[in-house]
């Protein structure tokens, strides 16, 4: 579960409730401005380039790229920790104007390198991601789908 | 322009460096011991102190201390907000610019953190931080976050691990020279780092600091007033805090540009307001909670370049007496203790007081870094003359 120190009460409140209720239907949103089609992430609540409150949550491929990712060796959250040694990927979505996102690395990690295509999978709320659904990711090798 | 300096430091106080958990004295004890010691060598009485400042999340606010120090007049009470120890020398920022508006006279800037008493100052200071699109995927900790980080700086940016390395033992080195320092055992030998215990890949062990309790203080007043107080002021040439990017903020990685420090804001504001530039620098004491954030700070503050990291940061040029940019002449963050930077302050200090374990030979302006690679960082610069005049360029 989200802890207290997530909670706006309710959580659907949050600026990003948008972002997670669409991970739970499969889809990745992020936010856009609707007025100057500027991308805005991580969400808030005013689009830093013109100022507009009006912003929308289009839907975006999750494919990306790696721009940076660290192996975590301790168990730095304890709901990882059967995990350790784990690598969390920082992926850039060409489709959201370089937006990035945080996430686990599932599968192969041999041809892990910052540059390196990667491609998303939705998971449902568990316990380990603190209640909410996530995206994981794999290294995109050209000869699976 | 800013010279002569308005501002001075007249005294200090640091207490040991204890092991996290492990302080006999609560820590608003541990804060008033050392704030006790830096009044007695400034020469003033504890109680005419007007000003208080700390940074990140501090749990001690001025208010609560008036109580025991007795105070005569409360005048200024400030916390820099955000960034951890990125406000660590934005806190001295604070103490400038109410010495110099007028509106305090005698200001304290501090740290303290003591778990056995008060908790873990870090779950404070990371408690804003490390949200939901962090914990969701396993990543609650500083070292995850700039594990990412220097990732980047490393494979992308060129910046080569010996640089790390370099910056490491070259703290090791000092804290070996320094009998209150917690790394004074420590042989950091090219072995031993490179074998160390892997934390977050690419940090290990000896690039990460651990932090300790403890508590730390310096006294700050007027240039004026500081002539007459001490006969070793330190004075304050300038101190700035802030970032600027195209994108900055707690923006879940995605603040740009990704590898500076947010050091290139606050120096470009002080080397403009004092006229001085890095070769007027004699010792730097980095912040050096990870070792890949102080290379970012070196890059930024105009040291060297991304592209000449690896011949300037070497361990012969780290190193006091003879190396050409002596570091953390104390062991710093890493080998002396973690304070959130506060031990760097006073580390520039005791070395332009000449008390410095690691002497730097005539040295003559020591500049501090405050949490760099986040998304506010700090710069102060000290010298022990009130208007030095920069050094003619050679080249």
Redesign the interface.
């Known amino acids: 579960m ?1 802890t207290e ?2 909670q706006v009460h309710p959580f659907e409140a949050r600026v ?1 409730a948008p972002y ?1 209720a669409a991970l739970g239907e499969g889809q990745l949103r992020i936010q856009r401005c609707v007025r100057c089609l500027r991308w805005c ?2 969400a808030d609540w005013r689009c ?1 380039g013109c100022g507009s409150y009006d912003l929308g949550w289009p839907e975006v491929e999750p494919v990306g790229t790696v ?8 168990p ?2 304890a ?2 920790a059967d ?1 350790v ?2 690598v ?1 990927v ?1 992926v850039e979505l060409p489709g959201a104007g370089g ?6 690395l599932t599968g192969p990690e041999d041809a892990l ?2 540059g390196a295509p990667v491609r998303g999978s939705f998971q449902p709320p568990a316990d ?3 209640g ?1 659904p ?1 995206l994981t990711w794999a290294l995109d090798r050209g000869d699976e789908k | 322009m800013n010279r002569p300096a308005q501002v001075a430091a007249v005294g200090y106080g640091c207490s040991p460096f204890y092991k996290r958990g492990t302080s006999p004295h609560a820590e608003r004890k541990l804060l008033l011991m050392a704030i006790d010691e830096a009044a007695r060598m400034a020469g003033i009485d504890a109680a005419d102190i007007d000003g208080f400042v700390s940074y990140g999340a501090d749990q001690q606010d001025g208010p609560r201390l008036t109580g025991p120090l007795g105070t005569k007049e409360l005048r200024w009470s400030s916390l820099v907000w955000g960034g951890g120890g990125g406000g660590s020398a934005g806190a001295i920022a604070h103490a400038q610019a109410a010495i110099v508006s007028g509106q305090a006279e005698t200001v304290v800037v501090y740290r303290a953190t003591a778990e056995s008493s008060s908790g873990r100052l870090s779950s404070a200071v990371i408690q804003g931080v490390f949200g939901a699109q962090y914990r969701a995927h396993g990543i609650d900790a500083p070292a995850q976050a700039l594990g990412l980080r220097t990732q980047r700086l490393l494979e992308h940016d060129g910046i080569p691990r010996s640089a790390l390395r370099a910056i490491a033992q070259a703290s090791y080195h000092h804290a070996n020279n320094t009998p209150w320092a917690i790394g004074r055992d420590v042989r950091l030998t090219d072995e031993a780092y490179d074998h160390a215990r892997r934390i977050a890949d690419p940090v290990r062990l000896f690039d990460s600091s651990r932090e300790n309790d403890a508590a730390a203080a310096i006294v700050f007043t007027s240039a004026e007033r500081a002539a007459e107080l001490s006969a070793t002021p330190v004075y304050l040439l300038d101190a700035a805090h802030g970032a600027r990017g195209p994108r900055w903020g707690e923006l879940d990685e995605n603040h740009e540009p990704y590898t500076a420090s947010s050091q290139a804001a606050p120096a470009h504001r002080i080397w403009t307001r004092t006229g001085l530039g890095p070769a007027d620098v004699d010792v730097v004491q980095l912040y050096v909670n990870f070792t890949g954030p102080p290379v970012s700070a070196l890059i930024d503050l105009g040291f060297c370049t991304a592209a000449t990291a690896g011949e300037v940061l070497t361990f012969d040029n780290l190193v006091a007496p003879t190396g050409r940019l002596p570091i953390n002449t104390s062991g710093g963050d890493l080998a002396e203790g973690f304070l959130h930077g506060m031990g760097n302050a006073v580390e520039a200090i005791r070395q332009l007081r000449g008390e410095s374990a690691n002497p730097v030979p005539g040295a003559r302006t020591c500049l501090v870094s405050g949490g760099p690679l986040s998304e506010l960082s700090s710069v102060a610069l000290f010298s022990t003359d009130p208007d030095p005049r920069p050094r003619p360029t050679t080249s």
């Open positions: 989200a120190r997530d990003d997670w992430w991580p830093p721009y940076s990712w660290v192996r975590s060796h301790l730095f959250v709901a990882y995990l040694p784990y969390d920082l937006a990035r996102l945080l996430g686990l390198a910052i380990r991601t603190i909410l996530v």
